[in-house]
T-cell receptor, first 113, second 114 residues
Framework: TQLLEQSPQFLSIQEGENLTVYCNSS?????LQWYRQEPGEGPVLLVT?????EVKKLKRLTFQFGDARKDSSLHITAAQPGDTGLYLCAGPPVGSTLGRLYFGRGTQLTVWP | NAGVTQTPKFQVLKTGQSMTLQCAQD?????MSWYRQDPGMGLRLIHY???????DQGEVPNGYNVSRSTTEDFPLRLLSAAPSQTSVYFC?????????????FGSGTRLTVV
């Protein structure tokens, strides 16, 4: 059973379009993180959201943590080819051992010029 | 700073062979972990360590051993490789902050068992 469900699994869009990726769970999380992974490399941390309802912005990327801390979203405005990659959400459920991280299966984003 | 260094980058093993995947970090992080990444499965935790001399099992520990004799190093050993262990392996180290942990991943080892 996957603790974090990400949708969509694949997303293929044209440069300039907007998109949203979702990360959902039935469990409450202490925090949620978003990573981006490029081919042949390890995941790189983009952001951590900690408080329910929190919104963080990183240039054209907007991250939101749900009020109940069970879900999160990543919104990209005016996507660019450089945004192409695998986006992963991850987090420690409340009560998990020493902040152990659980990952979603990822959203593969392709942005065409 | 080098961050997290994994070696080798690629490896091909025959079924039944043993090998050790190396992982070293220079950030003085207490917490280190090993994940495997398979298509459509995301990253799954194999083993983790909260400090030198302390290790514990993750979601998929069978077929793997670890040890943590120093803060810097956390090798992963495959005692008798099986085709089901074909995967990309990532080592990560992390530090804690209020509300969670910040993870740094290595660039991975792509292992094929034939």
């Amino acid at each position: 059973t996957q603790l974090l469900e990400q949708s969509p699994q694949f997303l293929s869009i044209q440069e300039g379009e907007n998109l949203t990726v979702y990360c959902n769970s039935s469990s409450v999380f202490s925090s949620l993180q978003w990573y981006r992974q490029e081919p042949g490399e390890g995941p790189v941390l983009l952001v951590t959201v900690v408080t329910g309802g929190e919104v963080k912005k990183l240039k054209r990327l907007t991250f939101q943590f749900g009020d109940a801390r069970k879900d999160s979203s990543l919104h990209i405005t005016a996507a660019q080819p450089g945004d192409t990659g695998l986006y992963l959400c991850a987090g420690p459920p409340v009560g998990s051992t020493l902040g152990r991280l659980y990952f979603g299966r990822g959203t593969q984003l392709t942005v065409w010029p | 700073n080098a961050g997290v260094t994994q070696t080798p980058k690629f490896q091909v093993l025959k079924t039944g062979q043993s090998m050790t995947l190396q992982c070293a970090q220079d950030m003085n992080h207490e917490y280190m972990s090993w994940y495997r990444q398979d298509p459509g499965m995301g990253l799954r935790l194999i083993h983790y360590s909260v400090g030198a001399g302390i290790t514990d099992q993750g979601e998929v520990p069978n077929g793997y051993n670890v040890s943590r004799s120093t803060t810097e190093d956390f090798p992963l050993r495959l005692l008798s490789a099986a085709p089901s262990q074909t995967s990309v392996y990532f080592c990560a180290s992390s530090y804690s902050f209020v509300g969670g942990r910040s993870y740094t991943f290595g660039s991975g080892t792509r292992l094929t068992v034939v």
